[in-house]
């Protein structure tokens, strides 16, 4: 509305109502970014489970600093992250090695307020809402991994480009903008992905405006630094992974398929909102259809925004699918679309909730369930643990206080956090090859409802459980050797004093 046709009282209410609003809405921040905080701390106990103790061996097999670039090939290396793990060392208590994620986490969220503070009050303290209860945001914002890093360098990044293209930003923007592009490729390099889609949103913006040549040389312009701070750390990664020994290596892979990719996608849904959709086919329909609508019938007050929400949601689900792209069945590689849903829904509640009638109702019980089940999710992460890998370690140092050999049922990869643990507690732990050898077998357990089965004979028996979430951590089934049924014990002379690992061991998860 034109102020100038206002009366002088009319404009002068709306002046006190906007200024009023305004005071308020940094506090309220404030006070759910320290909600968001403890919410993250409380996630963050138990111990480090599989992908962050691997990360903690490689930290400190790499020696130092340098080491962490050219000797971890791996792709569970997350630069910061294992930088900050060597610094700190393997006998640091998990919540110190998580600290960087839940500082970043915990940042996320008066990020997402800054992103919608121009939208209105209401949008920017709904953001601050979403991101810091989201269970995908509280998950990531909790565990030593460079998720949270990167998701605050991707809003951070956000923040900037849309001031630059509003022409609220001067012109050294697009060298910090290449600057918070290299913070989150090396936290995570899967920071590519929201550098390239907004580089995406800037062309299409400028096109509209400008003509197709023109927008080129004006995306290069903004987003240039930013793309060549991706492409080079992606070529030092891999000419370091080349020149090694080893190559590159992956911790585990599993190929693409249309279920995998489906349940991803169910995953993501329900971990960033809360709700399961039932067929995991509904969640990929919901995503698809969201981002489609934005793109053909944007809502009018969305403005340019509308069109880079649906490049946020759709960009990376889209990709994968055309380039069916291995590893496809893990919601963490979707965390753009997380930030574009998150986002828009926190742009839909400023606008709806002051709108009377049903808008509002529906506004306010689409956040109230929110509410209800994100707390309900965010309890079960607390619960669990993360699959709880320490409590296998207890129960072994337990029933051997002198030592115990340790075999591993399947991928070798949840020997890891029982070695972490036992170097933290100064415990004989002996990875085992042959199940015959061994005092206790673990192994994953996929499913929280699988059947436990020992794969070994020889008087194995199960002795403990756990379960874990979809997002993270590795449920596990223990085994112990069962000496009444089994005879005389077969484990051999008690091992030296020193935590050593058997066989070469992976990570499943990136």
């Excluded at 997350?78 to 610094?87: A, F, G, K, P, Y």
């Excluded at 828009?344 to 509640?349: K, M, N, P, R, V």
Aim: charged share 15%.
């Amino acid at each position: 509305m034109d102020n100038s046709r206002l009366s002088p009282l009319v404009y002068g209410n709306r002046m006190t109502r906007e200024h009023k609003d305004h005071r308020i809405v940094w506090p309220a921040v404030a006070a759910i970014t320290l909600a968001g905080l403890l919410l993250r701390l409380l996630a963050a106990h138990g111990g480090l489970w599989t992908d962050e103790a691997w990360s903690m061996l490689y930290a400190e097999q790499a020696r130092n600093p340098a080491g962490v670039f050219l000797r971890i090939n791996h792709d569970n290396n997350h630069h910061l992250i294992s930088l900050w793990l060597q610094s700190i060392g393997v006998h640091a208590p998990p919540l110190l090695a998580r600290g960087p994620a839940i500082l970043a986490g915990t940042l996320t969220i008066p990020a997402a307020a800054l992103l919608l503070t121009p939208r209105s009050t209401a949008a920017a303290i709904a953001a601050a809402t979403l991101f810091a209860i989201s269970p995908i945001m509280v998950t990531y914002g909790s565990e030593a991994r460079g998720y949270a890093l990167m998701i605050l360098a991707a809003l951070v990044m956000l923040w900037l480009v849309i001031g630059a293209f509003e022409g609220r930003r001067t012109a050294p923007t697009a060298w910090l903008i290449g600057a918070i592009a290299l913070v989150g490729m090396l936290s995570h390099l899967t920071m590519a992905a929201p550098v390239a889609l907004l580089a995406l949103w800037v062309y299409l913006e400028k096109r509209s405006t400008l003509g197709a040549r023109a927008a080129v040389g004006a995306t290069a312009k903004l987003m240039g630094p930013a793309l060549a701070s991706c492409a080079v750390f992606f070529l030092f990664v891999f000419a370091a992974a080349a020149l090694s020994p080893t190559g590159m290596q992956v911790g585990g892979y599993r190929r693409f398929t249309l279920d995998g990719y489906a349940l991803a996608l169910s995953d993501l849904v329900k971990w960033t909102f809360g709700p399961s959709l039932g067929l995991p086919w509904l969640a990929v329909l919901a995503i698809l259809l969201t981002g489609v609508l934005l793109l053909i019938r944007p809502p009018s007050w969305l403005g340019p925004s509308a069109r880079r929400y649906a490049i946020l949601i759709l960009g990376v689900p889209v990709g994968i699918a055309i380039e069916r792209t291995g590893n496809s069945v893990f919601a963490r590689y979707y965390l753009c679309s997380a930030i574009g849903l998150l986002l828009l829904f926190a742009d839909w509640f400023g606008h709806a909730i002051v709108r009377p009638g049903v808008q509002r109702i529906i506004c306010a019980s689409a956040l109230s369930l929110f509410l209800v089940l994100s707390a309900w999710r965010d309890w079960q992460l607390v619960e669990l643990k993360r699959g709880d890998p320490e409590r296998a370690f207890h129960i072994i140092a337990q029933r051997q206080p002198a030592g115990a050999r340790v075999a591993v049922g399947g991928p070798e990869r949840l020997i890891g956090p029982l070695v972490v643990a036992a170097k933290r507690a100064d415990y004989s732990l002996t990875g085992e090859q042959d199940c015959a050898r061994a005092d206790f077998l673990i192994e994953p357990r996929e499913l929280a409802t699988a059947t436990p089965s020992a794969p070994c004979s020889g008087g194995m028996r199960l002795i403990a459980t756990s379960q874990t979430t979809a997002l993270s951590g590795d449920a596990w089934l223990l085994y112990a050797r069962d000496l009444q049924r089994g005879g005389r014990p077969v484990s051999g002379p008690v091992p030296a004093r020193q935590t050593r690992l058997s066989g070469r061991a992976g990570v499943a998860q990136g």
